[in-house]
């Protein structure tokens, strides 16, 4: 879908908080459009170890406004990729998340799947996305029992949990070479601190932008001709320290850290990756 304008919002008060997501190598793979992707330490043009590398994979930036968050890629937010869809936005307010190798705890060593775990990453909130067509039957979450964690396009709402507590459960993405994206989504447990909240801008959500579009609206220079956008209200939570971001597969991992240096953009690091063995492949269905 062709774009109307973004809306001018970079200014002193508009930051590109995206990092290096800690993975880069070309994963022996003397193909240089593969090492030009997978060892490429900014986050633009950038895919995981091993994974497909075209623009519909790629997760380029996150960018803060004051309490609102924007999310850029190639990636389709909404609808997702090739049977791979939305994960959920995690945030660190104490700076602490294990994100990059250390996010990589082999949850189970081997098989692929959408497997549950305890909050062993640290993260302190979960921006959980609204979500319908489910992928597997489930009961839904304590935020909104109509909310199918499995399901795939997104609704335009999200409910804010906090996910401190000892009984919270969260999914890794699907393929577990890509357990350094980790994780992908919450399922249950924890304390809602904000119900059905409404994805800003829902009626442009699929609406695709040009690079200069995006140069334009963010101040953020970017390749790949098309990109998309998912953004956020932060307010009703403490500063984020760290956030993080994924799809079903893994194939992409967006991080960012919001420093509180009241200027600087933290300038977007990237991350390249491993190669060979393109995952986001076709391992068989997503079931659990």
Not at 53 to 69: I, M, N, P, R, V
Not at 78 to 106: M, Q
Not at 132 to 143: A, Y
Request: proline share 4%; aromatic share 10%.
């Amino acid at each position: 879908m062709a774009a109307a304008l973004l809306p001018a919002i970079h200014s002193a008060h508009a930051y590109n908080i995206t990092i290096f997501d800690g993975v880069a190598n070309n994963g022996g793979s003397s193909n240089p459009g593969d090492q030009a992707w997978w060892n490429n330490r900014n986050e633009d043009q950038e895919t995981e170890p091993k994974t497909v590398h075209t623009q519909a994979w790629d997760l380029e930036a996150f960018d803060l406004s004051g309490s609102k968050l924007t999310m850029i890629g190639g990636y389709n937010f909404r609808a997702g990729e090739s049977g791979y869809y939305s994960g959920d936005i995690f945030i660190d307010v104490h700076g602490d998340a294990l994100y990059g190798p250390a996010a990589d705890f082999d949850i189970p060593s081997g098989p692929n799947g959408y497997h549950r775990s305890a909050n062993l990453w640290n993260y302190d909130y979960v921006i959980h996305f609204h979500k319908q067509n489910s992928l597997v039957s489930d009961n839904g979450t304590p935020g909104d029992p109509s909310d199918d964690v499995y399901g795939t396009q997104l609704t335009g709402k999200y409910d804010i949990i906090d996910i401190r507590g000892r009984d919270v459960t969260l999914l890794t993405a699907f393929v577990d070479a890509n357990e350094a994206s980790n994780p992908w989504r919450y399922e249950g447990g924890g304390r809602v601190v904000a119900a059905n909240q409404d994805i800003l801008n829902w009626s442009s959500i699929n609406t695709t932008y040009t690079d200069a579009q995006i140069q334009g609206a963010y101040g953020i220079s970017l390749l790949g001709g098309t990109h998309r956008t998912l953004e956020v209200d932060l307010s009703p939570l403490p500063k984020g320290v760290l956030f993080h971001y994924t799809m079903g597969c893994g194939n992409d991992n967006l991080m960012g850290r919001n420093v509180p240096d009241g200027g600087l953009t933290v300038g977007m690091l990237g991350s390249g990756l491993l190669g060979l063995g393109l995952t986001c492949r076709a391992l068989g269905r997503r079931q659990r």
